[in-house]
């Protein structure tokens, strides 16, 4: 995720946290939900996915020459994958601590 990809979770985060303290306030205009963010980040790594593996099919073929593009694709894919998985993991263990909290 890009720095103002997670600038707007902040907000969003935080928007959240005075509504549940009683301070109601509205939501930022044009700030897109949470939901949203997170649909939009997993599906641009499952597009650098079937990129990367379209260029790596027309290798393949012979229909492309350039190994380092291949694999360039392939470790851009890779590293966003490995960076969703992550922040997956901390969401899920946020969520977890949130949820064992006492009352």
């Not at 995720?1 to 044009?30: H, K, Y």
């Not at 996915?49 to 012979?62: P, R």
């Not at 851009?76 to 998985?85: D, E, G, P, R, T």
Request: cysteine-free; charged content about 25%; glycine content about 2%.
């Amino acid at each position: 995720m890009s720095t103002p990809e997670i600038s707007r979770v902040l907000a969003e985060m935080r928007a959240l946290a005075t509504r549940v303290q009683g301070n109601a306030e509205q939501p930022v205009a044009g700030a897109e939900s949470f939901d949203d963010l997170l649909k939009r980040s997993v599906d641009a790594v499952n597009s650098r996915q079937q990129f990367a593996d379209q260029l790596a099919q027309s290798f393949e073929v012979g229909e492309t020459t350039d190994l380092a593009d291949v694999m360039i694709a392939r470790q851009k894919a890779s590293l966003s994958f490995q960076a969703m998985v992550t922040v997956r993991n901390r969401l899920v263990e946020a969520y977890k601590d949130v949820w064992n909290m006492p009352i």
